[in-house]
């Protein structure tokens, strides 16, 4: 039981490249979630998702993807890279059982450098 | 607009001495209120959370947390500090929409 991975781990990318950043659940749960990371801003929402094939925007979506097209993979896309994307980026997952109060489990994070 | 505050972006605290890592909300109702703690290079870990019922909550690590509903608080407690606990801690609140809102973390320090 892995539990929430993300892939990859590190990447540097030049402005207006593209890449996705993966992140897997082996858990079965409905929610997942893309967060960035800065530092003295904590943790903003970019995208969110409620289940296989739904998505829907956080508090900071411009400028990324994202898809979910298996209810275990929630995928996140940069189509033109700023270096303003720097960041540390983190995955989470929720069982979203009905009436649960249970708390978001979060992924080790990818550390992304946009020069 | 609902926000979670973290007023100290630094805390030190001798080792073996209690600490405080404070937190407070703003919103209408009853939000239900987590705390997470990060180490270096780390993802975020679940430390304890409030819900309902009593105010203190125990939580991992022998870390408690104490809600405040007048105050609007809900500080982070331990009696005794370890050099171990030095980490970045982030307060976390879910209005209702499973969804949370962080505070920008404080970074607590343990000192030898």
């Known amino acids: 039981n892995a539990g929430v991975t993300q892939t990859p781990k590190f990447r540097v990318l030049k402005t207006g490249q593209s890449m996705t950043l993966l992140c897997a659940q082996d858990m079965n749960h409905e929610y997942m979630y893309w967060y960035r990371q800065d530092p003295g801003m904590g943790l903003r929402l970019i995208h969110y998702s409620v289940g296989e094939g739904t998505t829907a925007k956080g508090e900071v979506p411009d400028g990324y993807n994202v898809s979910r097209l298996k209810k275990q993979n929630f995928l996140l896309g940069l189509e033109s890279a700023a270096p303003s994307q720097t960041s540390v980026y983190f995955c989470?997952?929720?069982?979203?059982?009905?009436?649960?109060?249970?708390?978001?489990?979060f992924g080790p994070g990818t550390r992304l450098t946009v020069l | 607009a609902q926000s979670v505050a973290q007023p100290e972006d630094q805390v030190n605290v001798a080792e073996g001495n209690p600490l405080t890592v404070k937190c407070t909300y703003s919103?209408?109702?009853?939000?239900?209120l987590f705390w997470y703690v990060q180490y270096p290079n780390r993802g975020l870990q679940f430390l304890l959370k409030y819900i309902t019922g009593d105010n203190l909550v125990k939580g991992s690590y022998g870390f408690e947390a104490e809600f405040n509903k007048s105050q609007t608080s809900f500080h982070l407690k331990k009696p005794s500090a370890l050099v171990s606990d030095s980490a970045l801690y982030f307060c976390?609140?879910?209005?209702?929409?499973?969804?949370?809102?962080f505070g920008t973390g404080t970074r607590l320090t343990i000192i030898p």
């Open positions: 976390a609140s879910d209005f209702g929409n499973e969804k949370l809102t």
């Open positions: 989470a997952t929720l069982p979203g059982l009905a009436g649960s109060t249970d708390t978001q489990y």
């Open positions: 919103v209408s109702g009853n939000p239900y």
